[in-house]
């Protein structure tokens, strides 16, 4: 992937981003970035803006697998192989990176909470503001979610090790 940023897709790709986010703070969420974040990675490092911060909201796998099946009519097996597919992706991508990992329960539950620790960890483009921490604290809205985890007897055993080892995630890593 990263061979294909220093080519034609890797320029499109670098004025694509420029046209929609340039000179704004921004987030991305898309699932898919845990698949693409090394393309990504070579493409805005060519930029002279700093490179994005990596803000992982850890969701339980069956409430991702739920959505999927609530949404696509995913099979639940195959909704928790993306899961685990996206998520192993990721993590083998962060590898010496730095990035904040937070549970995405704790981010509804606790939205100022959770908005204060972004900042702090976003801290220089990112300002500690009451109407910033508010903006931030809005955008972490409970009402986004809309599956509740189920029982983890349909993880496999290589996906139920994987779920505990992110559950031990917290905070800032590098």
């Known amino acids: 992937l990263v061979a294909l940023a220093d080519g034609p897709w890797g320029t499109e790709a670098a004025a694509l981003h420029a046209e929609a986010f340039a000179g704004t703070a921004w987030v991305w969420k898309d699932p898919r970035v845990c698949l693409l974040l090394p393309f990504w990675r070579a493409v805005l490092g060519r930029s002279e803006e700093p490179l994005p911060y990596e803000v992982v909201a850890l969701r339980d796998p069956t409430e991702v697998a739920g959505s999927l099946a609530t949404r696509d009519g995913m099979a639940l097996a195959f909704g928790l192989a993306l899961w685990e597919r996206y998520t192993r992706s990721l993590l083998d991508a962060l590898v010496g990176e730095r990035a904040c990992f937070i549970h995405y329960e ?69």
């Open 106 to 174: 704790r981010l509804l539950a606790e939205p100022e909470g959770t908005a204060r620790e972004l900042v702090a960890f976003c801290a220089d483009a990112l300002s500690d503001e009451p109407d910033r921490l508010a903006e931030v604290s809005t955008y972490l809205d409970g009402g986004h979610r809309h599956q509740k985890a189920t029982a983890h007897d349909v993880l496999s055993p290589a996906q139920a090790a994987l779920d505990e080892v992110l559950l031990d995630l917290v905070g800032p890593t590098e």
